[in-house]
């Protein structure tokens, strides 16, 4: 069964940045799934965030963190990352890292999740 273990959250104040890291183990390569990112903040529903093609040559983002945010992927490292810039206190929330057979099964038992990562921006 995969695990996925997000890090590199914490507090920043705004207009800094973060990099979020979410490294897969068990005898699971991310080669094979989509991954993404979403998050969820107090009080508020989950929302996706980006995600990326197995093999990193197509990404997609929520309008909120276009141009701000780049999802990355290593294969070899089993690693998927997200870069924040240009933070703002409405980026605050739990920020979860997703394994999936496709983006439309991520809300399904075929995806797996991560404990997530908090990040809080700071006016």
């Known amino acids: 069964q995969v695990q996925l273990v997000e890090s590199g959250g914490g507090l920043v104040q705004a207009g800094g940045s973060l990099r979020l890291s979410c490294t897969a183990s068990g005898r699971t390569f991310i080669s094979n799934y989509i991954m993404a990112w979403f998050r969820q903040a107090p009080g508020k529903e989950r929302e996706f965030v980006a995600a990326i093609t197995r093999n990193g040559d197509s990404t997609n983002y929520a309008d909120s963190v276009k141009g701000r945010f780049t999802i990355s992927r290593n294969n070899a490292d089993n690693t998927v990352y997200l870069q924040m810039n240009i933070v703002q206190p409405e980026d605050t929330a739990l920020y979860y890292c997703?394994?999936?057979?496709?983006?439309?099964?991520?809300?399904?038992?075929?995806?797996?999740w991560g404990q997530g990562t908090q990040v809080t921006v700071s006016s």
């Open positions: 997703v394994l999936a057979p496709g983006l439309a099964t991520v809300t399904t038992s075929l995806a797996s």
